[in-house]
Structure formats: C-alpha cells, structure tokens
C-alpha cells in the first residue's frame, strides 16, 4: 500500500523557519517525482514545489521561490520541504504528492501537516 | 497556465446529471486531472489525461475535453459524491489548479 506520510509542521512566528519531512512507502520511490502542494484555510490547491526522481531537476512556485528550499533523501525514502522567511500568508495545509516524470498527474497524496505563521 | 472553473458551488439532488466546466488559458493538449477532496481529506484522483478513468473511481464519473474547454461530468449523483472537485494541468510548470467547485447534496 503506497503512504506518504508528513511530519514537521506546527505553529511559527512571522521570518521564522520550519522544515517539513515526508515518509514514503509502498512503491519504488526513485521512480517518481514528490512535490509539496499546499491548502490554505478555506481555500483551494496550490502546487508549491516538485523534484526529480534524482533530484536533478526542481521546480518552485513564485510564491515560494528564494524561501523554500526542496530536497530528497533516496537512501531514506523521504522528501523534505526547507521553509525560511515564513509569512502569515504561508499558514496552509501542506500535502505531499508524487508522480511519474513527465506530464503526469498527482496519483497518490499524504494526509498533511499543518503549518501555521503567527505571532 | 490559468485554470477557470465553474460553477464555483452547485447544489444538487441524488440522481441528478452534474457538470463542472474547466478553461484553460491556453493549449495543454489533454493534459488534465480531476480530483475529488472530501471535508478533512487529501485530494483523490478521479481523471487524468481529460479523460482517463483512475483505477477504482465509480464508472458514474467521466471527464472530457474540446480544445481548451474541460469538462468533468457525474452521470448520476450520489450522497457520498458530497466534495470539492479540482481541476489541474500538468502540461508544465508551474502547475495549477482551477478554484474548485463545492458540491453540494440537496
């Protein structure tokens, strides 16, 4: 059975920092690309980083793009999202996902973890 | 690559012909997956390729696609369709999704 399961979130003050981890399981993790989409509160999807099955090539969102740092520990079978310079706009849901390389869906996604920048 | 998705919130009866409209911006060829979240869930994959039904979806769920115009149709709905539906592209990045579309059980 595929899991991904996300650790690491929690509350954090505005210009703080926070690192996200996600565990996988079930499938043969260096055959797809992991990303992070995140969920803000009562809002929609929004699709924040992606990496490699090697972890070659990485993708970021404006939004995030010079705050975030995206990275991936094959021996481990976990992904890692490196959140800097957070900002209350930055309070979501955030979700681990993975795909095939190339253009491909989001076929399995992790439950979430919280995050929450407040004062 | 904007996404325009409408309605925004329907409300239906059980049994009803439901339909959710996606626009793209621009050509993505058919590549465009739909996705279901329930209230405290992650997202569920339903469609991909405009119209590939994932393994496991009720066959009541069929999507299809004319030109940039996207459509995801629930042939007959039912109480447990009760959710928000989403729209993505994967055609490049960034990647996005349309604003969702709240379902609602009359």
């Known amino acids: 059975e595929v899991q991904l399961l996300e650790s690491g979130g929690g509350l954090v003050q505005p210009g703080g920092s926070l690192r996200l981890s996600c565990a996988a399981s079930?499938?043969?993790?260096?055959?797809?690309?992991l990303a992070w989409v995140r969920q803000a509160p009562g809002r929609g999807l929004e699709w924040v980083s992606s990496?490699?099955?090697?972890?070659?090539?990485?993708e970021y969102a404006d939004s995030v793009k010079g705050r975030f740092t995206i990275s991936r520990d094959n021996s481990q079978n976990t992904v890692f999202l490196q959140m800097n310079s957070l900002r209350a706009e930055d309070t979501a849901v955030y979700f681990c996902?993975?795909?095939?390389?190339?253009?491909?869906?989001?076929?399995?996604w992790g439950q979430g973890s919280l995050v929450t920048v407040s004062s | 690559i904007q996404l325009t998705q409408s309605p925004s919130f329907l409300s239906a009866s059980v049994g009803d012909r439901v339909t959710i409209t996606c626009r793209a911006s621009r050509a993505i060829s058919n590549d465009l997956a739909w996705y279901q979240q329930k209230a405290g869930e992650a997202p569920k994959l339903l469609i991909y390729t405009a119209s590939t039904l994932e393994s496991g979806v009720p066959s009541r769920f069929s999507g299809s696609v004319s030109g940039t115009d996207f459509t995801l149709t629930i042939s007959s709905l039912q109480p447990e369709d009760l959710a928000t539906y989403y729209c993505q592209h994967y055609n490049t990045y960034p990647l996005t999704f349309g604003g969702g579309t709240t379902v609602e059980i009359k």
């Open positions: 990496i490699s099955h090697n972890g070659v090539n990485i």
């Open positions: 996902a993975k795909k095939y390389p190339k253009s491909s869906p989001f076929d399995h």
């Open positions: 079930g499938f043969t993790f260096t055959d797809y690309v």
